[in-house]
């Protein structure tokens, strides 16, 4: 539990109390509390329909496309909200909403019709709507340099709102998407399109300044801004990555495992933006920059609460910066992240624990045991070190360099420690479990890591003399001998000697010897277990072996209209359609006493902001594991999650159902029934049912199926 502490004196007296979290011993992922907004809780269809009702009373020009675009915004905005990445009076919304009482100190009425989120995403960027919706990613906040580079986005991003840029760009966009069906070359029609767009960003950025100009905020960091932009592909801070990180005194790496020179960082300011949506960053700052020079500085301040608060601000987007990393299997990225916040936070005990699934994710990769596909986040799996620049190139590099085997080394060596430093912590334990398992799947043994000699200048591996006949005997030894210092051409040998002497824990763990056929496949806990892959599986058939369920976490089921024709009511049909479904699976269910535990964000009401939270951690579950690439031994481990007992314990059921319905119209019609089962204390998948059908869903086929869905769970 987080202590809830006085932040300053004088921000207690301007902003009331402000319950801070101790980042110094470990930290807890982003989470929404208090009330939903009414976005959350309204029916998306009827405010569409009112907002064309009030599209049509007016003299508006291409009210046909505007008409549209009203309704691909609402369902684009209530796919965002609703997707559980969306933040709620969290600590960093909160501070983002501060910053725009700030800009907007002259302008209540403006102000209150802004809503500001933040968006759990790594990506570095805000977004805004012509509704008045601005979102801000987290990655954003964890790049930002100084409050007012953050406040000068914000004023960019109201202008969009004011501007009406969204609806315009829309409009501008469709007009040009018609003339290519008039025969105009493609090309020239996308570079309309971007320079169309690269105006708004423009106007955006000046009409923004004037808006920044109102503040008390530096000048000179509305044009820094764009440098927080341009070099949004880097990591939040570029600090060197050092290999004393991951050595202890009996690990040292060898020299040519790091780079002697890391690559130059390039400069892609005046990069080619023809074909770009927004003018390179030279432009934009050599604009921002002729407004600055005709303006006194003087007085202006980089942060308008408190620069401490920013920083606290920031270091929170950073930990859950991390977190997301692993949630998108970026674990170079997040190895990076933790290892620059573990030198102002060296004790934090999340920071172990991501460092440590990082290293376990690492090793799995160089073993093949976890793999990327074509669909996933990093679809091209870990990059070369040659395409990385600045000093996260050095992980890179090692990656690629150290073998397979030795990464088990290192990451046994790392995690078994941490979870030394924090014994309490479950995760670490079953970690550092999971290694012990890895390492029986090395060719090495006890025998290769415990050395001793008989002098001092005999240099002996315990293979070249006498092999004590047990675990404890080898031990022993190594006491007797611990005077003398054995050297060897393979650095990582003596990694584990203080453990051997002195931890009895780590000695009873660690694999007596090599690879057997009983352990070729063995992990601990931590690992989920294999199953039936569901490619192996014919279309429409279940787990021969299932268990029975009786009760599951249901998530929002899916209906999907493709139509080739590409309707604009296909929003609103497949809409009304989700809903019958909804109320099909609920009867069904009840009429054969299955239990169902609904967590379903388009059902929420304004007090169920625990369900939003318990949604978004289930969300980024199914995620993660969706993003696995399936191997020999199964689905890989869910690293960005460590909430899932606590949902588990709460709802009373390990299981959720993923569900749903596709329909494809065209010359010919099908209809898709979808339907799968996952264990969340497994990884397993433990029911798949996927049926294609001739025609469209009918009332009856969809009953018929679901009912058959409960039935099958139910007997087993």
């Known amino acids: 539990m987080k202590v809830c502490k006085l932040f300053f004196f004088f921000s207690i007296i301007s902003n009331g109390l402000f319950c801070q979290q101790n980042l110094k011993e470990n930290f807890t992922p982003l989470k929404s509390v208090g009330v939903l907004p009414e976005i959350f809780t309204q029916n998306v269809r009827n405010i569409i329909k009112t907002e064309i009702t009030e599209l049509n009373k007016g003299k508006e020009n291409d009210k046909a496309l505007k008409t549209i675009y009203l309704t691909e915004a609402n369902y684009e905005i209530e796919k965002i909200i609703k997707s559980g990445n969306t933040l709620i009076n969290d600590e960093i919304t909160k501070y983002l909403n501060k910053l725009k009482d700030v800009v907007l100190s002259n302008d209540a009425a403006l102000k209150n019709k802004l809503n500001i989120f933040t968006l759990k ?135 040519g495992y790091f780079l002697k020179d890391v690559s130059s960082i390039r400069n892609n300011a005046d990069d080619d933006d023809t074909k770009s949506t927004h003018p390179n960053t030279a432009k934009r700052k050599v604009a921002i920059s002729e407004l600055i020079k005709a303006r006194s500085n003087a007085g202006r301040v980089d942060n308008a609460t408190s620069e401490t608060e920013f920083k606290y601000i920031r270091d929170l987007a950073r930990f859950e910066s991390c977190r997301l990393y692993l949630k998108n299997r970026d674990y170079p990225n997040a190895l990076y992240a933790a290892y620059i916040l573990r030198e102002k936070y060296p004790d934090n005990q999340f920071l172990a624990e991501v460092i440590s699934k990082c290293l376990y994710a690492i090793t799995m990769y160089k073993k093949g045991d976890l793999r990327y596909g074509s669909d996933s986040y990093m679809d091209e799996g870990i990059l070369s070190y040659t395409k990385v620049e600045s000093f996260p190139q050095q992980i890179y590099h090692l990656i690629e360099k150290m073998p397979e085997n030795e990464w088990a080394v290192v990451a046994l060596n790392y995690t078994y420690r941490a ?88 000695t009873k763990k660690f694999p ?133 007992k606590k949902i588990t314990s709460k709802y009373g059921t390990t299981h959720i159902l993923k569900t749903g319905i596709g329909f494809i119209k065209g010359k010919k019609k099908y209809t898709v029934f979808y339907a799968a089962i996952y264990d969340l204390r497994t990884n397993k998948m433990v029911y798949l049912k996927q049926e294609v059908f001739r025609g469209k869903p009918n009332k009856d086929l969809i009953n018929a199926k679901v009912y058959q869905m409960f039935y099958e769970l139910k007997n087993g």
């Open 121 to 255: 995403s790594t990506v570095v960027n805000a977004y805004s709507y012509d509704k008045g919706f601005i979102f801000f990613d987290v990655g954003l906040i964890a790049q930002a340099e100084t409050e007012a580079q953050l406040a000068y986005i914000l004023c960019h991003e109201i202008s969009h709102y004011t501007k009406h840029h969204n609806i315009q760009g829309y409009v501008k966009n469709k007009k040009l998407e018609k003339e290519v069906y008039e025969g105009k070359n493609e090309s020239d029609v996308l570079i309309e399109k971007c320079q169309y767009s690269k105006e708004h960003e423009s106007e955006a950025d000046l009409e923004g300044f004037k808006l920044f100009e109102t503040t008390n905020y530096n000048y000179t960091q509305a044009q820094k801004a764009f440098d927080v932009l341009q070099y949004a592909h880097l990591p939040f801070e570029l600090t060197e990555f050092k290999k004393t990180f991951l050595e202890t005194e009996n690990l040292k790496f060898p020299v």
């Open 419 to 506: 979870h030394k430093k924090f014994p309490a912590d479950s995760l670490l334990n079953n970690l550092s479990d999971s290694l012990f398992k890895v390492m029986s799947r090395t060719p090495w043994g006890i025998v290769d890591f415990v050395r001793f000699s008989k002098k001092a200048d005999t240099i002996k591996v315990v293979k070249d003399t006498i092999v004590p006949k047990s675990k404890t005997e080898l031990i022993a030894n190594l006491q007797k001998e611990n005077s003398f210092k054995n050297y060897d051409t393979a650095y990582y040998k003596d990694a584990f000697v203080d453990l051997f002497m002195n931890d009895k824990e780590f």
């Open 512 to 644: 007596t010897a090599g690879p057997t056929s009983s352990q070729s496949s063995g992990f601990s806990d931590y690992r989920p277990r294999s199953y039936t892959s569901a490619k192996s599986m014919k279309k429409g058939t279940r787990f021969k072996e299932m268990e029975k369920v009786s009760k599951v976490i249901t998530l929002e089921p899916f209906y999907v209209i493709i139509d080739k024709n590409e309707n604009e009511l296909t929003n609103f049909e497949a809409d009304e359609k989700q809903e019958i479904l909804i109320n099909t699976i609920n009867s069904c269910a009840s009429k054969q006493n299955f239990e169902l535990v609904t967590l379903d964000p388009g059902l929420l009401t304004s007090s169920d902001v625990d369900k939003m939270n318990d949604y978004s951690v289930i969300n980024d579950w199914m995620y993660e594991r969706f993003d696995a690439h399936e191997n020999t031994y199964g689905a890989v481990p869910i690293f960005s999650i460590d909430e899932i």
